[in-house]
């Protein structure tokens, strides 16, 4: 139900609420910098290659 008090938001306005966000800035790349601490340069390079193979399987379905 709208409130008649507010103007009504716009498509856009509307999307912005639903957009993925940081809500700890920072946090991700903390955890990559310790992910790398933890594994072995190896396993980073796996890590990496099944990502980017995952994402290319994403991107073409």
Same mark, same amino acid.
């Not at 306005?13 to 957009?19: E, G, I, L, N």
């Not at 790398?36 to 099944?50: P, Q």
């Given at each position: 139900? /709208?409130?008649?008090?507010?103007? #009504?938001?716009?498509?856009?306005?509307?999307?912005?609420?639903?957009?993925?966000?940081? %809500?700890?800035?920072?946090?991700k790349e /903390?955890?990559?910098?310790?992910? #790398?601490?933890?594994?072995?340069?190896?396993?980073?390079?796996?890590?990496?290659?099944? %990502?980017?193979?995952?994402?290319?399987?994403?991107?073409?379905?």
């Amino acid at each position: 139900m /709208a409130n008649k008090n507010r103007p #009504k938001m716009s498509p856009q306005d509307r999307a912005k609420q639903f957009m993925p966000f940081d %809500a700890v800035k920072g946090l991700k790349e /903390a955890l990559a910098k310790k992910e #790398k601490e933890i594994l072995g340069r190896e396993e980073i390079e796996r890590v990496e290659e099944n %990502a980017e193979f995952f994402g290319n399987i994403h991107k073409n379905n």
